[in-house]
C-alpha cells in the first residue's frame, strides 16, 4: 500500500491562522456558557413560578401602614392621617430573565451565574385604606404598581457537590409609583391622593424589602430541592 507522505507531515498554521482558530473556539465556548447559563436561570425562574402559585397562590401578605402627615395649603398646615390594610404582593410567578447572564469561575468546580431579571406584572393591593384630612376623607381599596424593577441574581453551583445555592438577589433599582385609589368623591381628593402618593414613596422601600425575602426564600427552597439535572434540563 502506498502512504502519500504528503499527508504524513504536520500542516504547519500561521499565527494569525492560530489565533482565529483559538477565537473560533473561544467564541463557541462563550456561546455554549452563555446558553448553558440561561438556561439554567429560566429553568430556575420557571420552578420558582411554580411553587409560588402552587404554593401561595402567587399572593404574598404585606405590613399594614398607619401614617400621620401634615401639608401646607395656602400656606396654612393641614394634619391627615392614612391607615392602610389587608395588602398582598401579586405577580412575583411573573419573574424573567431579561438579558444574557455573564458567568464567572472561582475553581474546577465552581460557577457563578449573574443576571438581569424583571417582573412582567408585579403588583400591590390593599383591600382597605381609610385617608382623613381635616377630619375628614374617603375609604377604599388602593392598586399600587412599581415599575419598573430591575433585579440581580447570582447563583453559585458546585459542580463536585452537587449543589445550587443562591448567594444574592436584590432589587437594583426601582421606577415610579403608580396609584389608583377608590373611593375618591370629596373636594379634597387632590390632597388625599397627594398625600397617599408621598406616603408611598416613603412606603417603597420597605415593600421593596419585603420583596426580595418572599422571593429570596422561594428560590432558597426551589435550590434545594431542584437537582442540577433537573434545572439544567428543565
Known sequence: MKINTALTKPIKLSRQEVDTQT???????????????????????????DFVQGQFQDKFPLPNLNERFSVNVIIIPVNGGFVANKGIAKGIKTIYRNGNVVLGTGN??????????????LKVR?????AEVLGIGPTGMIDVQLAPLNILLYVRVNT?????????????????????????GSQLNWLVSMATTWIFGLYRDRIIRILEKRVTEVLNKTLLEGSIDDLLNG
Open 23 to 49: 477565537q473560533v473556539l473561544i467564541k463557541n465556548y462563550q456561546i455554549d456558557l452563555i446558553s448553558n447559563g440561561n438556561n439554567l436561570v429560566d429553568n430556575v425562574l420557571k420552578f420558582v413560578a
Open 108 to 121: 474546577d468546580s465552581l460557577l457563578h451565574f449573574y443576571g438581569g431579571l424583571g417582573f412582567k406584572n
Open 160 to 184: 463536585s457537590g452537587p449543589s445550587i445555592n443562591l448567594e444574592y438577589f436584590r432589587i437594583m433599582n426601582v421606577g415610579g409609583v403608580r396609584l389608583n385609589l377608590t373611593g375618591l
Open 126 to 130: 390593599f383591600n382597605y385604606y381609610r
